[in-house]
């Protein structure tokens, strides 16, 4: 069994406080993915579960076992780098095997290991080259096949695809997700991307300075962002905001804005009378209409910018004084300087105090 549990992990470089009172359960065979901008602290926690960087305060277990004081060779891990950090005056096959080498693992069964692993990554013709005669991509899955031939408890990926063109790190994005689940490894993979984390991920931990923001399944922090930085992190293209203020009707909540008025049931959220509120919509939750005077729940414009991006086209244009975005179906899509008018379903809005950056949807 290799679960991971972090309990009040903490991490200090001198006075400044990068990590803060860090707790999260991994299952067995799960896959993680730290989600966050740079500087978030999500790359020294990989490296503090590793055993690379030292642990201020809490502590770590693997597999029932607190690893705090253990050197990383002795955690029964494995970690993948951004940089392959491959030896490049030695074969592929030599680079694979230098840690089993060093574990003084008898010959026959290196390269029993060796021709296993590379048989499961592609790599039987590149025995022999250089890391030099490899590609970005082939470079990087010598890097994972080292990694798998110590047959680790758990795989640490820290931002790996980083250096690779978008094709390429869409293939390698594939193979992984194939991989862990051929390997069934407990798997904690770094990003910024979100789409490498909503497309790998079994549960994402998103981060903001230092401490965690949700944890949740991709579709659970898509769906339902627990705060406005969630909201505006998650999502292609960016989640829309309109400042608005509630006020109370009969059947439910008006919202104000400066330039139209939404109308929302009571039963979704929790708001107060002349409460200060964010309200979200996704571009792609924009249904576009012909222009009209109506003034509840539409958003309306004139077209500013229109982005191509293949079967759809994003169209930028400023309402209330905010710049939104709606995405429409490249087909017969508005021309810059053409009126533009969108309905919000309620069904799709989320609501967030101004104040503390809170979902008011209800549980």
């Not at 931002?159 to 094709?167: H, V």
């Amino acid at each position: 069994m290799a679960n991971i549990v972090c309990s009040n992990v903490d991490k200090q470089y001198g006075a400044v406080n990068v990590i803060t009172d860090f707790n999260l359960d991994v299952a067995d065979h799960e896959f993680i993915v730290f989600l966050g901008p740079s500087g978030c602290g999500k790359s020294t926690l990989l490296r503090m579960i590793a055993g690379l960087e030292d642990i201020s305060g809490g502590t770590v277990v693997i597999g029932g076992k607190t690893v705090n004081e253990l050197p990383p060779r002795d955690r029964g891990v494995a970690m993948v780098f951004q940089n392959y950090a491959l030896y490049p005056h030695m074969t592929i096959y030599d680079n694979i095997a230098f840690g089993l080498k060093r574990m003084n693992v008898p010959k026959p069964e290196i390269d029993q290991r060796i021709r296993a692993v590379a048989a499961t990554l592609g790599l039987e013709p590149y025995l022999q080259r250089k890391p030099t005669e490899l590609s970005g991509g082939q470079q990087q899955r010598v890097a994972i096949a080292r990694a798998m031939i110590k047959t680790p408890r758990v795989f640490l990926f820290d931002e790996p695809l980083s250096n690779l063109d978008a094709k390429l790190r869409n293939h390698m994005r594939v193979e992984i997700a194939r991989l862990h689940q051929k390997l069934k490894t407990t798997t904690i993979y770094v990003t910024h991307d979100q789409l490498e984390a909503m497309t790998l991920a079994d549960r994402i931990v998103l981060m903001k300075g230092g401490a965690i923001e949700q944890v949740g399944t991709p579709a659970e922090i898509y769906d339902r962002p627990r705060t406005l930085f969630v909201a505006g992190f998650i999502g292609t293209s960016n989640m829309n905001f309109i400042d608005v203020s509630a006020e109370k009707v009969e059947d439910g909540w008006t919202l104000r804005s400066a330039g139209a008025d939404f109308r929302v049931s009571a039963k979704r959220f929790a708001l107060a009378p002349g409460q200060k509120v964010v309200l979200g919509i996704r571009p792609a939750d924009l249904q576009k209409q012909e222009p009209s005077a109506a003034r509840t729940n539409v958003v309306a414009g004139i077209a500013d910018l229109v982005e191509f991006h293949g079967n759809d086209a994003l169209v930028t244009f400023v309402f209330a004084g905010c710049e939104i975005g709606a995405l429409v179906k490249a087909s017969g899509c508005p021309k810059p300087g053409d009126p533009v008018s969108f309905v919000v379903n309620e069904d799709s809005i989320h609501l967030f105090d101004q104040a503390t950056g809170l979902s008011l949807l209800k549980s």
